[in-house]
Structure formats: structure tokens, C-alpha cells
């Protein structure tokens, strides 16, 4: 069982109260408990990426230090938005709160925090809109459901705001559709006009726009961090592979979210891109300018999603490729694939997007020219231009989180099950309501994946880690694949909290090892360097 | 407090119309005036909110996949959960409104000892919430009846099926049952479920309320305090052709079966009643899911500062030389 510093043990933190207060929410202020809210963003951060009102700040203060006509900012700020966004208009408006949405939550789920039920998320909002934009709100106010905007509603919107991963698994059951990652993502946009951001979101968007990835990697790094991939896959493998970087020419240009060149085990999985890419003599290249899939914009706002995300045509224009190749991300694919083509579009100086080693066209992403690279693979294990031998995974029992975005915008469900059922012999789903469409989060994703975070973490973790704790107890799993970098970085704590003893993987990952390479030497471990088969103790 | 005040609202009324026909005799206000001024607030309220929905454009195809996209030939799409052509979204919507497809996905979520978290079926509130909006319907069918004349045949038929079981006289309509059961159970959940009463407004309360008073209403008319229908079909189609006529001695039960429909259509476009239309017009279900296939424009698009390749490229030259990297500008 893993010791987090200041997490209560599993025992406790199961404790849940789902009885709602006597007091009406309306009258229960926000209580900011450590381990339960993130920090706010450096001002350095506000200031590289233009943002106002940048300064220093604390949420456990009673003084935000707010800008004085901070009241008019927020409500031009919600008459703009309800004038260009349908969706945040007609989702103000509709529900009916029957509740359905309720227990849909995995904050709601893991806290009993009846703010954490979506309807109740976006009544935080919508009081306001009521207050201040419907006549029965104005005339009938807390009897309309309206209240006044205070700097205590303000406190309020930071701390759910951020207690909302945008996983969008309420909008699947809501009867209306109504979106909840909507009412977040303008709610935090609001909030960063009056200079109110989170750090673990802000740094590495900053970052992203200087150095091309949120880790801040710079060119050189990057070349000796996939140098440094290639020298271990040739331990492994015998295999020396080839790594090009910002080759202009090449057919594809390959981006993938930089968590893969960073920390296990999205390394693993990057190792296994470089293994297939070069299996397959793709004409292909990284970029060190493009070098981030993800895009921390997205939990930021719409314009800073647009401004991280300019880079990836623009590197494909500049080298000149036919197409892009994505890799293994959650949120980059709700970016990628309902944002991309309508924020930097038209991709009119690439060609539509067809694979050079099966010859299929990818007719699903002649628009965007961006391909998945799960459907990628699929399509070439489909067409036998892979040599699998599956049996080099027999120590694992593996069962797949769909992520969230890739499943809730993409519907991305098939193409990974059996890319993953072609590279190990052993795979078993986690109860259907847990899973595709109705997949659980991680509880890490929008930008909520901090350590400061961290109770709040588990506690949303809980119907993910209970699901995998299900088939490790039914079918001895041990491993939980992903194809998510945020995934690969918040699942780990997740399962040593909920489901200790099951390991997080890529798929890619799996698939290399699977690979039999041209002119490999016999394997004697995995990527990670384990031994194959598993040593009897 | 959120049951109360509606429900002090309703009686409230109740009074007013009650009071206002018996005893100060307002059978024009009541009868005419009322009834036309609702109609104009209602379709003029309507229109206008769904001309203001319409105002706002939807910048981005936000599709709420729920089903295996459209990618590769061999792996079978979903095109009711992940539709792809306008078509598909025209299903998906059909599925959605008339039976609703959503709701029927709904769970009940519950933490047990273990911890075992586990996800029941719950349909009843789907099949409350489908029984309800049908019944109404329904309901509203059967009363063309007064609107026309001759009857036509298929509202006839409604009738007589409505009337299938012919208990009592007049016989008791299927319907008349079917959505006081639901609207009951729709209530009751309100009151009993503790995170749905927290999560409850006087504005989720007052429609029921409203909806309660016209069935009741309506019931007593056609059960208790029979009315003359023949005069109530009378004022009906003299209000339908603009040279509306009050017949005498309808009974002030008629009344206020009219009064709170009028008050509950005047109500509908300032309240959650929209989503009747809202519905249709949510981006996360009426876009089809072919994103990348199809270009989504959005009409606000603005230009952004971006840092460029050039900009990268100064700021890291020489590191990029130094390793090897091609630079554009040497």
C-alpha cells in the first residue's frame, strides 16, 4: 500500500457521507481542505502567455486580491461567451435537474460532496446566470434558483471548477446532453480573467508555447532522451533503430504527448513507437518544435487550446510531410480531433492520409489528415504486416481503461481491444458500465493530476480503482493498459491505492515486446527490463 | 420552502379563478382574454427563446460519442451512438426524443462494504419520465376533439382506445392514470431521494404542481362535476375562429381546468419547460461524430499569438546545431 504523504488509508477515506447537509448549497460555503484543491499559477506563467491580472496569490486567504471592477470582467465574460457558444447558452437554460447526472460523477462518487454532482457544478454557474440574465432570476432570485455574485461564489467556482476533470461521463447520461466539461471550461475561463489559474495546468501550457512540449524539454534534450531510448531498445532487442528529428521530407510527421519521453511507463511506450516505426522503415519524423500531442489549453481556454495547438500544423507545413501520425494521448485526441481542423485548419497543404505500408486510406481522417495510432496499428496487424509473438506477454493479464476523451469524443473502442488482444494472449474488460462510453476517469485528467491534489485524486479514483480491483480479484489481472499519457502518470498511484499489485502499461508498449524485429537477437526481458517470464519465487 | 411557495402559488390561483368566476363573474377574462393572451405569450416566448439559442452559433462539433467510431472498414461502427452522416444524427436525435435513449443508460451507483462500488440498472426514471411525456401527448391529441368539428377519425380513435377498458361513465382514460402515476413518482423522487431534494427548485416543483391542478382539474370535469361539453366545444371553436363566444353555464370547474393550462403555457418559454426545444438544439447530440472526415467551421474564429518556428528556432539555434538537428537558417 503506498504511504502518501497526508492521504488517509483506503479504510478511512471510504468514510463517505452521501447524505447531502440540511443547509441548502447555497448557504455551505467552500471549505479549501489541503489535499483537495490545486495551487494557483505562478505569475511568471500569467505573464509569458499575456494573461492579465498576474500576481501572487492563495486560495486559503480570505483576500484573492481580486481586480477592482472584477465583477463587471466576469459578467461581460459570461454575456460574450452566452453569445458565442450555443452549447453554454442552451446548457444554462435546460435542465431540468432530474438528477440523473448525480451519481455519474467519480468526484461526486469518491467525496459525497453534493457540489461534486454535475447538475449542482453547473448550478454554481447558472445561479449566477440566472441573477443576472433572466428576468424570473432578477425579480424572484433565490426563489428562481438566482443568487448574488460575490467574491465567495468566485471561491467556490476555483475550487469545483477544479474538481472536474472534463471526462464529460455525465453528458453520455444526461437526457439533454448537457455537457458539464462546457460549463467547466468557461467557468475556468472566467476565472483566468480575473488572473485565477492553477499551476499544474498554467507551467506547462507556458511552458508548451516556448519549448514546443509542457515539460520544457528543449531540442537538444529531446534528442538525447529518444537517443537514450534507442541505446535500451538496442540492449534489448539487439536492434539499433533510427531516430529522426525534424526531417523535412519525410511522409509523416509523428506527435505524441511529451509525459512519453519523460517518466515510466510512458517511456516504455515511446520505446515502442521507435521499435515500430522502425520495423516498419517508416519515412517518418519526430518534431522537437511539435513536440507535444497534449494540450494543457484545453484546461485553460479555448484561445490558449488554439494557441498551443497552431504548432502542429505549422511543423507539418514546414517539413513538409504528407500527413500526421498521432500517439498514445487522451485529451490531445478531444483537441486533435473537435478542435484541431475548425481552430488551424484547413489542412489543405497535406494529402489525405493513407497508410505506406497497407495501403488503406484512413477515410475518417481526410479532413484533419491526422490519424489515430491505434487505428494505425490495427490496421496493420489487420493486414498481417506485423510478426507477433504474443506468448513474449504471457505473464500478464491485462485489462484496458478506455481514457475519456478518446472515448467520449472519438468513440474510439475496437481498434485498441484489438491491437491489445493481438499482442498478449490474456485480456480481460472491467464491468460494462465502467467501461467505452461510460468509461471512469482517473480522476488526474484536466489538469488535476498534482500531488497537492492528491486525496481529492483518490477519492475520484475510486470507481476506476474498484473496477480494476474487480478483475484482479476475477481474472488475477496485473496489468492495466492505457493510451493515455495522463493515464500513465495518474493511474499508477491510483491502482497502488485501490487495486495494489496491477501495473499500468501503453499498448504500444506491449506491442513492441510482441514484435519480432528483423535481425533481433533472442529476448530475454521486456521493455522494462524484466525478465520475460515470470521468476518463481 | 421549495415546495411550499409553488404550492402556495397554486392555490393561490386556484382562489383567483375560482373567485373571479363564481363571484365577481369574469367568464371574458377568464374564457377569452386569458386564454388568447397566453397563447400569444406562449408562441411568442417560445420562438423568441428558440430564435435566441439560434443567435449563439456552435464554434466547435462537440459530439458526445457514446458507441465505436467510424475508422477502419473491418471494425463495425455504431452509427446510432457515434452517428457519422446527417442521417445518423437524425436517428440519433429520433431516438432521443421520443424514447429517451439517454435515460434509458441511467445507473444507480453504490458503495459497498469491501469497498465494492456497484452500478445497477434504474429505469424508473426512464420509464416515468417516457410515460409522462406520452401520456401528455397523448392527452393532447384526445382534445383536438374540441377544437374540431367533425371529429376526426384519428382522434377518435384515440379516444376509444384511451377508453379501452370502459370502467365507469364516462369511461376512465388510460392516459389520465398513466401520468398521475408518473408525475406521482416524479414527485415522490423529488421529495424522497435526499440528493434530489437538495438539488430541487421551486421551479422543479410549480410544473408539477401546475401539471397536478389541470389533471385533477380535468378529472373532476369529466368524473365529478360534469360540465356541458357540448358548450365547452362551443367556446372551444368560437375561440379557434376569432369571434369568441361564453356560453352560458359552463361551470366554474371548466375554469379552472383553462385557467391553469393558460398559466402553464405562458409559463413554458421563461422556464425548464424549454428543453423542449433546448433538446433538439444541444450541440452534444444533434452533430454527427465525422470530425476529422469534415471540416466544422466556426464563424468567430480569430487569429491567436502563437510563438513561431523562426522565434523557436533563434531562441535554440546553437543547441539544435550542437546536436545535430537541421535548422532552417544556418
Redesign the interface.
Known sequence: MSELAGVPKPEELLKIDYQPPRKGWMDTPVNFKPGTYCYPAASKNHKILDLPFPREWSPTEKDWKLPENWKEIVLNGIAERLSKYRSFKVFMDICVRCGACADKCHFFLGSGDPKNMPVLRAELLRSIYRKEFTAAGKVLGKLAGARELTPAVIKEWFYYFYQCTECRRCSVFCPYGIDTAEITMIGRELLYLLGLGINWALEPAAKCFMTGNHLGIQPHTLKDTLDFFADDLEDITGVRVDIPINKKGADILFVTPSGDYFADPGTYTCMGYLALFHELGLNYTWSTYASEGGNFGLFTSHEMIKRLNAKIYAEAKRLGVKWILGGECGHMWRVIHQYMDTMNGPADFLEEPVSPITGTKFENAKATKMVHIMEFTADLIKHNKLKLDPSRNDKLKVTFHDSCNPARAMGIFEEPRYVIKNVCKHFYDMPENTIKEKTFCCAGGAGLGNDENMEMRLRGGLPRGNAVKYVQEKHKVNRLACMCAIDRATLVPLCDYWAPGVQVTGIHEMLANALVMKGEKERETDLRGEPLKEVEE | MSIM?PLAIILLLLLLVVGGVSYAHLENVFGIFIPYLALAIFLMGFIY?IL?????????????????????D???A?RL??PFTTLDVIKRMAL?VLL?R??F?????E?KEG???I?WSAKW?WLA?LAFHWALLIILLRHLRFFIEPVPFAVDLIDRLDTLFAIGVPALCLTDVVIVAAITHLFL?RVL????????????YFPLFLLLSIIGSGMLMRHIYKVDLIKVKELALSLVSFRPVIPEGIGVIFYVHLFFVCLLIAYFP???L??LG??F?????NLA??????????P??YP??????AE??D??RE??K?????V?KE
Not at chain 2, 439560434?54 to 459530439?63: D, E, G, L, N, Y
Not at chain 2, 460519442?65 to 467510424?70: F, P, S
Open positions: 411557495f427563446r435566441s439559442w439560434a443567435k449563439s452559433p456552435v464554434p466547435f462539433r462537440i459530439t458526445t460519442v457514446c458507441g465505436q467510431e467510424k475508422s477502419l473491418w471494425i463495425k455504431n451512438e457515434s432521443e429517451f439517454s435515460l443508460r441511467n445507473t444507480n451507483t458503495l469497498p465494492k462500488v452500478h426514471l419520465g423522487r431521494v435526499p440528493k434530489i431534494r437538495y438539488i430541487s427548485l421551486p421551479a422543479d421563461f422556464s425548464k424549454m428543453h433546448g433538446v438544439l444541444s450541440p452534444t447530440r461524430n465525422n470530425n476529422r472526415a469534415k471540416r466544422h467551421t466556426n468567430w474564429n491567436v499569438k502563437v510563438h513561431t518556428y523557436y528556432e531562441e535554440f543547441k539544435m550542437t546536436a545535430a538537428i537541421p532552417d
